[in-house]
């Protein structure tokens, strides 16, 4: 709950401070990557962790022109499978829709097989990126849709996934 207020506040106070573009992160490895990325003013990086329901849900109400998403593979696979509360105790990757995806990308059973037996989300990052599969982004367009859902089409929506050590993996910005 106070955590869904201080999210709340902080685009209250970029809205009040005039920003039209706010970042939400899921942790501070993205938050430093996006703000390297788009030399934003500090009051335009929102601390959302786990929720990014808390976020969509309150911009939808107070709408911004741009939100960037930033965050890791594995919480934004969550968000592009459905989920608004990316946290581990409550909500779940799905491996399967993982291997449904790498198979839209052209990897062969094989591969599809290692991503429905992984155990992280990670894994199946690496394997696809050891295959040139472009997975990260294709997680980052369906995580922006899933945003843009959750909005109802009142704010643009980038995704931009970083692997750990703050790399640009996937992206979604049209």
């Not at 859902?149 to 979604?172: N, T």
Request: hydrophobic share 45%; glycine share 8%.
């Amino acid at each position: 709950s106070a955590w869904i207020h201080s999210i709340h506040r902080g685009i209250d106070v970029a809205r009040a401070s005039g920003l039209t573009h706010v970042a939400a992160a899921t942790g501070k490895t993205s938050e430093i990557a996006v703000q390297e990325l788009y030399q934003l003013d500090p009051t335009a990086l929102i601390d959302m962790g786990d929720f990014a329901g808390g976020v969509l849900k309150y911009l939808r109400l107070h709408p911004l022109k741009k939100l960037t998403l930033a965050g890791g593979f594995g919480k934004f696979t969550k968000l592009a499978q459905g989920h608004l509360d990316l946290h581990s105790a409550r909500s779940e990757l799905d491996f399967n829709k993982l291997a449904i995806c790498l198979d839209e990308l052209g990897a062969g059973k094989e591969i599809q097989q290692l991503a429905k037996n992984a155990i992280t989300a990670k894994a199946v990052l690496d394997l696809a990126r050891t295959e040139n599969l472009e997975l990260a982004n294709l997680i980052a367009v369906r995580a922006q849709k899933k945003a843009l859902e959750a909005l109802d089409g009142k704010v643009d929506v980038e995704v931009c996934i970083f692997d750990r050590d703050g790399q640009l993996v996937g992206r979604a910005n049209d």
